[in-house]
């Protein structure tokens, strides 16, 4: 049987809307949850005293997590639906866990955004929203939930959909595509079956909706970019470059340059799970022998990509940022950490160009001192040596980025425009 078309899903949501049982149920309605693992998870939590909380304990693996009923980590978790396989991304909706947030929105195709009906829209579900744009992801559905609880009323519906919609169309939302969707994640309502209990809900179910989301294209007909991750040198042989293609093509047998060091070289062969290709594609994680090359010329953090169209080297570059963790605040000279596709470098905040309204994406300052926990900005970097880096817009997996100061991720973002080198 062919493979089906992959995509990682992210639900978040304010902590307490119930977003653990919806996973939870996704799961067991979709068959990757079975009955044995469901009347387990029934008697944990009824030992707890939480008696609804088995789904939710479908992803909650850590202990600490059962006993305070909240989600901590990032929980991976597949399951398949007609169309699609996919992997959950669980973040975690509490406030101190939003940067587990951020590395799970770097990674997904689309999100399912989980409001409460009975509790109706909170700070934290806009600011999720809000990260969740800035973050890149372009596919939205939102889940209204705990219909149980306000008696399946379609008024009590309604209103949490316009209050959220007003809420996140002027941040780019398209709210007029996205399906919202009336849901009880507890009781199994419009998850994988229609429920007769909503029949003025024409719309489709959870399940439905998942497969109707769009394929993410993948980018071959950009230009090769291929991060480096580790660079092996064999004896006898040569030297074995390896990593994941983020875009274009890398054909055997064609030239190619890494950047920023501006080495050339032939691709001799490549390989991926000990097979020879004769070409890798986006996606592919790679190992590809190349000859002539000086030990050390190149190493993890170069990009390879066609001499006619190597990949960009940046003087400097402007991007929007979210400040997720940091004791003090941010000023300008700032020079942390920078993660960049598989590069870590020191770069220098040069300039704050203007603060963001996380409520609402409007500009609420221009030229702050300093930006602080919470805060989005749009800011000008500039790197202490030669790096990589592209538009989010032109190659997102070179586009975006975390700041890592003092052993934790301080902030993330995508980059809106570049300086190249001279």
Known sequence: MASKPHLNLIFTGHVDHGKS????????????????????????????????????????RL???????VTIDIAHKDFNTAKYYFTIIEAPGHKDFVKNMIT????????????????????????????????????????????????????????????LSAKIKPMGYAVDKISFIPTSAYMGDNIAKKSEKTPWYTGPTLIEAFDQLVEPKKPTDKGLRLPIQEVFNIKGQGTVPVGRVEAGILNAGSKIVFMPQNVPAE????????????????GDNVGFLVRGIEQNAIGRGSVVGEPSNPPSVVEEFTAQIVVLNHPTAI?????????????????TIIEIVEKKDPKSGATAEK?????????????????????????FSDFPALGR?????????????????IKKKA
């Open 104 to 163: 799970g929105a770097s990674q997904a195709d689309a999100a399912v955004i989980v409001c409460s009906a009975k509790e109706g829209v909170q700070a934290q579900t806009i600011e999720h929203a809000f990260l969740l744009k800035v973050l890149g992801v372009q596919q939205f559905i939102v889940a209204i939930n705990k219909m149980d609880a306000v008696n399946y009323d379609k008024a009590a519906y309604e209103k949490t959909k316009a209050e």
């Open 267 to 282: 691709v001799k062969s490549i390989e991926m799970h000990h097979q020879q290709l004769t070409q890798a594609i986006p």
């Open 21 to 60: 049982t919806l996973v939870g149920r996704t799961l067991y309605d979709t068959g990757a949850l079975s009955e044995n693992d469901l009347r387990k998870l029934k008697e944990e939590a009824a030992k707890l005293g939480k008696a609804t909380f088995e789904f939710a304990f479908a992803m909650d």
């Open 401 to 417: 980025f975390a700041i890592r100061d003092m052993g934790q991720t301080v902030a993330a973002g995508i980059i809106l425009d």
């Open 367 to 391: 030229n702050p001192q300093f930006i602080k926990t919470g805060d989005v900005a749009i800011v000008k970097i500039k790197p202490t040596k030669p790096v990589c880096a592209e538009k």
């Open 63 to 69: 202990k600490e997590e059962r006993e305070r009923g």
């Open 331 to 347: 000023g300008k000279n700032y020079t942390p950490v920078f993660h960049i596709h598989t590069a870590q470098l020191a770069c």
